[in-house]
């Protein structure tokens, strides 16, 4: 029965042209991040500590192949009484997209960091003590959680969500290949 629901369904989507492709774009992929990616940090008193906000995210798919790139931009403040910091990093990182079919999500795997940059940049030296704890915490962040979940409760995308077996990467867009 769930085969002839699949093959019916799959039928009128290739009727209506649908079927053909189906990908996630680059803007879809921030939109989503925007909204449901929510890293935030702080951590230490009111004396010593760290806060770190992620602001902005930007997507590239497909400049190198098989390959997500990913810019985020961060406020950073380290509470010091010696030497207070406030600063703007952004940290691009690259990484390889995959989908995890049993709850039709996109998540990202083998992260490399690319860059860091910093606002102002004469603070560089004074929070290069620091930027691997806090590379390390987004890099972790955005390892663990889907960078994209198909809704499910929409019933092309969820039907989408159920024949797709894997994605490949093109340029300005994640493809959803729905055959083995």
Request: hydrophobic share 40%.
């Amino acid at each position: 029965m769930k085969m002839l629901k699949i093959t019916l369904c799959a039928l009128s989507l290739l009727l209506t042209g649908c079927v053909s492709q189906y990908s996630i774009t680059e803007s879809e992929l921030e939109g989503y991040l925007s909204d449901e990616m929510h890293f935030e940090i702080n951590q230490g008193n009111q004396i010593f500590g760290i806060e770190l906000k992620v602001n902005d995210i930007d997507v590239t798919l497909g400049a190198k192949p098989n390959t997500m790139s990913v810019m985020a931009s961060t406020l950073v403040k380290v509470r010091n009484p010696m030497l207070p910091i406030s600063a703007d990093l952004t940290a691009e990182f690259e990484a390889e997209p995959w989908y995890d079919a049993s709850n039709q999500s996109v998540y990202l795997r083998n992260l490399n960091l690319v860059k860091v940059e910093s606002k102002p940049k004469d603070i560089e030296k004074a929070i290069g003590s620091i930027a691997p704890q806090l590379m390390g915490f987004l890099t972790q962040f955005l390892e663990t959680q889907p960078v994209y979940v198909l809704d499910t409760k929409e019933s092309n995308q969820a039907l989408i969500a159920e024949m797709t077996k894997r994605i490949e990467v093109k340029p300005g867009k994640l493809v959803l290949v729905f055959d083995e």
